[in-house]
């Protein structure tokens, strides 16, 4: 190897170490950047030179021809990547969830002064006062008041509800509008990391700000992606392309026209909803369409049983200057839900309130009294969604006859409370009438739905011969059929209402309910957020920068750059004397 070849074998190493440093520089400026993947230069030797021996017929091998830097490598976790933008998926939607049900379990105020079970008492009581002391003035004014204080209560409740699904449908805004920011600088890298790859260079720097960014993504709606082999990406979200190549696909937000309290989210190019499987965009649409749902269905069903209850109480009663013969028929509530409840103002004249059962009787308190004791009454909630069947003994097949015409079953109407219709589709077993017996007074109700004897519950079912002997209910309601108890002219019936509860117990399962919402959000948010930080971790030991480790190698770098400088020097000086100080002697 010539001395002019020494000379470039050292230059390739100083320029190697030079490099070699420089990465290690850029990976301590950026050892607190999120994201970042530490990156090392990959040394390798360059191509050997064969040379030839002393003799031109032998060989003496091959030599070295110095070291070059191979490639910038980035230390790559992308199995753990994925994982952690599932987890993130996840935390990000229990935490956001966590958020708003606080809010909504804060707004409802169930745990203070002005819960809506305090206000109940409050009016329950004050029935029973008036009952024991009905012309007292006094006592029907605080009635009047604590009737419009549980008005206000469930009204005010269901507008703080509203209150929060506008507000939610703002948060839904404005993550379609990041969704579709974030989505254009995915593609824009896409498109610059594949021109890269193509040249043979390492793009590392626009891979991690790329990760960094589909991670946002997965925060916000759950999205997955896909490493193709010219290093672009395809990133999806609920099985719809987002981002392919160099293009995203735009998403739009606008109001539901079959409801103007959602917002519904879909794509520009095919008007696909979207259906994010985890992120901060289910999260909302959970709390947005079940949670807050529920809560104002149940709010309202509290109370249209209780406006129904109260006011058929009260319309069969007499006012203290009622004295015909036939109630004045007042109601004590208008509207029929909880945003709509208002005590009657025809009630502000007190002496209107009812509280007796007879004309001319200002100390009968018996009304009052009966309507006091509906707090601890039995209320069927709503009509019920179905009626399940369940013969034992020898009955099977259809709802049979018992007599031509007619389908017998007792006892079922004494232990509901309420008026409900009828709604009955018998599909086999040739019965176009079913019989109600409550205490030997038998009730029909014909097949079309209506009832011919004043029923006092409602019947919501349709038998289908392919499923049996079974009539479909749920809510924790069943009948259960012994054909051995009465023989072959009637069906005995026991009939279990579980679903049944009074105002009392019914608002306490709903309270209940919503704080099971928090905490179990609460443990979800936890739990991912454990595995989340695991998973951190893992990813910050095996790709984040370690400043000592840097250090040892800026170091050995150094060392290496100063000796190639030094043999560089070296190699100078041996030929400085070759050219200039060999082939003096003799001169003159």
Same mark, same amino acid.
């Not at 735009?250 to 917002?263: G, H, W």
């Not at 009787?361 to 969604?385: C, H, K, N, W, Y």
């Given at each position: 190897?010539?001395?002019?070849?020494?000379? #470039?074998?050292?230059?390739?190493?100083?320029?190697?170490?030079?490099?070699?440093?420089?990465? $290690?520089?850029?990976?301590?400026?950026?050892?607190?950047?999120?994201?970042?993947?530490?990156?090392?230069?990959?040394?390798?030797?360059?191509? +050997?030179?064969?040379?030839?021996?002393?003799?031109?017929?032998?060989?003496?091998?091959?030599?070295?021809?110095?070291?070059?830097?191979?490639?910038?490598?980035?230390?790559?976790?992308?199995?753990?990547?994925?994982?952690?933008?599932?987890?993130?998926?996840?935390?990000?939607?229990?935490?956001? /969830?966590?958020?708003?049900?606080?809010?909504? *379990?804060?707004?409802?105020?169930?745990?203070?002064?002005?819960?809506?079970?305090?206000?109940?008492?409050?009016?329950?009581?004050?029935?029973?006062?008036?009952?024991?002391?009905?012309?007292?003035?006094?006592?029907?004014?605080?009635?009047?008041?604590?009737?419009?204080?549980?008005?206000?209560?469930?009204?005010?409740?269901?507008?703080?509800?509203? *209150?929060?699904?506008?507000?939610?449908?703002?948060?839904?805004?404005?993550?379609?509008?990041?969704?579709?920011?974030?989505?254009?600088?995915?593609?824009?890298?896409?498109?610059?990391?594949?021109?890269?790859?193509?040249?043979?260079?390492?793009?590392?720097?626009?891979?991690?700000?790329?990760?960094?960014?589909?991670?946002?993504?997965?925060?916000?709606?759950? =999205?997955?992606?896909?490493?193709?082999?010219?290093?672009?990406?395809?990133?999806?979200?609920?099985?719809?392309?987002?981002?392919?190549?160099?293009?995203?696909?735009?998403? !739009?937000?606008?109001?539901? +026209?079959?409801?103007?309290?959602?917002?519904?989210?879909?794509?520009?190019?095919?008007?696909?909803?979207?259906?994010?499987?985890?992120?901060?965009?289910?999260?909302? $649409?959970?709390?947005?369409?079940?949670?807050?749902?529920? /809560?104002?269905? /149940?709010?309202?069903?509290?109370?249209?049983?209780?406006?129904?209850?109260?006011?058929?109480?009260?319309?069969?009663?007499?006012?203290?200057?009622?004295?015909?013969?036939?109630? =004045?028929?007042?109601?004590?509530?208008?509207?029929? @839900?909880?945003?709509?409840?208002?005590?009657?103002?025809?009630?502000?004249?007190?002496?209107?309130?009812?509280?007796?059962?007879?004309?001319?009787?200002?100390?009968?308190?018996?009304?009052?009294?009966?309507?006091? *004791?509906?707090?601890?009454?039995?209320?069927?909630?709503?009509?019920? +969604?179905?009626?399940?069947?369940?013969?034992?003994?020898?009955? #099977?097949?259809?709802?049979?006859?018992?007599?031509?015409?007619?389908?017998?079953?007792?006892?079922?109407?004494?232990?509901?409370? %309420?008026?409900?219709?009828?709604?009955?589709?018998?599909?086999?077993?040739?019965?176009?009438?079913? *019989?109600?017996?409550?205490?030997?007074?038998?009730?029909?109700?014909?097949?079309?739905?209506?009832?011919? %004897?004043?029923?006092?519950?409602?019947?919501?079912? !349709?038998? @289908?011969?392919?499923?049996?002997?079974?009539?479909?209910?749920?809510?924790? &309601?069943?009948?259960?059929?012994?054909?051995?108890?009465?023989?072959?002219? #009637?069906?005995?019936?026991?009939?279990?209402?579980?679903?049944?509860?009074? +105002?009392? /117990?019914?608002?306490?399962?709903?309270?209940?309910?919503?704080? &099971?919402?928090?905490?179990?959000?609460?443990?979800?948010?936890?739990?991912?957020?454990?595995?989340?930080?695991?998973?951190?971790?893992?990813?910050?030991?095996?790709?984040?920068?370690?400043?000592?480790?840097?250090?040892?190698?800026?170091?050995?770098?150094?060392?290496?750059?100063?000796?190639?400088?030094?043999?560089? $020097?070296?190699?100078?000086?041996?030929?400085?004397?070759?050219?200039?100080?060999?082939?003096?002697?003799?001169?003159?």
């Amino acid at each position: 190897m010539s001395s002019f070849a020494g000379i #470039s074998q050292a230059l390739m190493a100083v320029l190697s170490m030079q490099r070699a440093m420089e990465v $290690t520089e850029h990976n301590v400026a950026n050892a607190n950047t999120t994201g970042f993947h530490r990156q090392t230069a990959i040394l390798a030797a360059n191509t +050997p030179q064969s040379t030839g021996g002393w003799v031109g017929s032998s060989s003496a091998g091959q030599i070295g021809t110095g070291v070059m830097v191979a490639e910038i490598r980035r230390f790559n976790t992308d199995f753990m990547d994925v994982r952690l933008r599932t987890e993130s998926g996840q935390v990000a939607r229990w935490n956001v /969830q966590h958020s708003y049900l606080q809010q909504i *379990e804060t707004s409802l105020g169930e745990s203070g002064d002005d819960s809506l079970s305090l206000r109940m008492d409050a009016f329950w009581s004050a029935w029973q006062s008036v009952s024991a002391e009905p012309a007292q003035v006094d006592l029907r004014a605080t009635l009047l008041e604590s009737g419009k204080q549980m008005a206000e209560a469930f009204n005010g409740r269901i507008v703080r509800l509203q *209150e929060l699904r506008r507000s939610q449908n703002l948060e839904i805004y404005q993550r379609v509008d990041e969704i579709n920011k974030v989505s254009n600088q995915v593609a824009a890298l896409n498109a610059e990391i594949s021109r890269v790859v193509a040249l043979g260079d390492s793009p590392n720097d626009y891979v991690d700000q790329r990760s960094q960014l589909l991670t946002r993504l997965s925060e916000i709606a759950g =999205a997955v992606s896909f490493t193709q082999n010219d290093g672009q990406v395809l990133a999806s979200i609920g099985g719809h392309a987002l981002v392919v190549g160099d293009k995203s696909f735009q998403l !739009t937000a606008n109001p539901d +026209p079959l409801d103007l309290s959602k917002v519904d989210i879909t794509f520009v190019s095919d008007g696909k909803q979207l259906n994010p499987p985890s992120g901060e965009l289910l999260g909302f $649409t959970d709390v947005r369409d079940r949670v807050i749902v529920e /809560q104002i269905n /149940q709010l309202n069903q509290l109370a249209s049983m209780m406006i129904e209850k109260v006011n058929i109480l009260h319309r069969s009663g007499y006012g203290l200057n009622d004295t015909g013969a036939t109630p =004045a028929g007042r109601d004590f509530f208008t509207g029929t @839900d909880a945003s709509t409840i208002q005590v009657n103002s025809d009630l502000n004249n007190l002496a209107n309130i009812a509280a007796a059962l007879r004309p001319n009787s200002a100390g009968d308190g018996e009304l009052a009294r009966q309507i006091a *004791e509906v707090r601890s009454t039995a209320l069927f909630m709503g009509a019920p +969604p179905a009626l399940t069947v369940t013969p034992s003994g020898g009955w #099977s097949g259809g709802i049979t006859a018992a007599s031509a015409g007619h389908a017998v079953f007792e006892g079922i109407n004494t232990l509901i409370n %309420g008026n409900y219709t009828v709604n009955i589709n018998v599909t086999s077993g040739g019965a176009s009438t079913i *019989e109600l017996l409550s205490g030997g007074t038998a009730i029909n109700i014909s097949a079309n739905g209506n009832s011919s %004897g004043g029923a006092a519950l409602v019947l919501n079912f !349709t038998h @289908d011969a392919v499923n049996g002997n079974v009539i479909d209910l749920g809510n924790g &309601l069943q009948i259960t059929i012994d054909a051995a108890a009465t023989g072959a002219t #009637s069906q005995d019936i026991t009939y279990t209402a579980t679903g049944a509860s009074n +105002p009392h /117990q019914f608002d306490g399962v709903r309270v209940a309910n919503m704080a &099971l919402e928090v905490r179990s959000a609460a443990t979800y948010a936890r739990d991912h957020t454990y595995v989340q930080t695991a998973l951190n971790e893992q990813i910050k030991s095996e790709a984040g920068v370690n400043l000592d480790e840097e250090a040892a190698n800026m170091v050995k770098f150094q060392r290496a750059y100063q000796a190639s400088a030094r043999m560089m $020097t070296a190699l100078d000086e041996m030929l400085n004397t070759i050219i200039n100080g060999m082939g003096l002697v003799g001169r003159s």
